[in-house]
């Protein structure tokens, strides 16, 4: 257990509909980050939040957008859903946002099927 | 741009040694990870290499050469729960972002 929470673990819903899907980091990190992981590519970042803030942005869409609340957790709110939205969603946190052994704990995920 | 490539498909036999390699073009370089991730499952970290040279961790070791932009994950002892992909992912820039790129992973197969 990674101590990051992600809900809903499962999220099923139509074209075109919007859905917001919620990260609890781990205790004390004040960075957030969002992927995008389908059947065919990897890892893929969309943004990182750091205590509130936007801090980088990725192959995000301009469809998708997401936010950090005062308490830290964080929303990814995707609309006007596609097909090819269907995927797993990954939440991750660090303590920090330098250096490059701020290592990142991931959430269980939220895995989207878009019908 | 950002390129990290890896081998798609792995497979090894129990008991044995397997190098997964990893090569990279990023527009920087301030670190390498390596994670494990079980199918439907999170990503889990595995290895932190900034400098040149091999880093041992129990049954597994990361090797980086930031000349040759490469990498490689050793495993030793290899045991049938290894069967996972494995992630190798470079943070391309220092300073106030922790953004990381991940290559597609390498689907390794653990035979008995």
């Known amino acids: 257990d990674s101590g990051v929470t992600q809900t809903p673990k499962h999220l099923i819903t139509a074209t075109g509909q919007r859905v917001t899907l919620r990260c609890s980091p781990r205790?004390?990190?004040?960075?957030v980050y969002w992927y995008q992981q389908s059947l065919d590519q990897g890892l893929q970042f969309l943004i990182q939040y750091y205590n509130g803030e936007e801090r980088a942005k990725g192959n995000i869409l301009e469809r998708f957008s997401a936010q950090q609340f005062p308490d830290l957790h964080s929303e990814l709110n995707l609309s006007s859903l596609e097909l090819g939205d269907s995927a797993l969603y990954f939440c991750?946190?660090?303590?920090?946002?330098?250096?490059?052994?701020?290592?990142?704990?991931f959430g269980p995920g939220t895995r989207l099927t878009v019908l | 741009g950002q390129n990290i490539d890896q081998p798609t498909e792995m497979t090894a036999t129990e008991g044995a040694i397997v190098q997964i390699n990893c090569t990279y073009q990023t527009s920087g370089f301030n670190g390498l990870f390596w994670y494990q991730q079980h199918a439907g499952e999170a990503p889990t970290f595995l290895s932190y290499n900034v400098l040149d040279g091999l880093e041992e961790k129990g049954r597994f070791s990361s090797f980086l050469s930031r000349s040759k932009g490469y990498s490689y994950l050793l495993l030793k002892e290899l045991q049938m729960k290894d069967s996972a992909s494995y992630l190798c992912?470079?943070?391309?820039?220092?300073?106030?972002?922790?953004?990381?790129?991940f290559g597609t992973g390498t689907l390794l197969a653990v035979q008995p």
């Open positions: 991750a946190s660090s303590a920090g946002t330098s250096g490059g052994n701020n290592e990142q704990f």
């Open positions: 205790s004390g990190d004040l960075s």
């Open positions: 992912a470079v943070f391309p820039h220092g300073g106030a972002t922790n953004k990381l790129i």
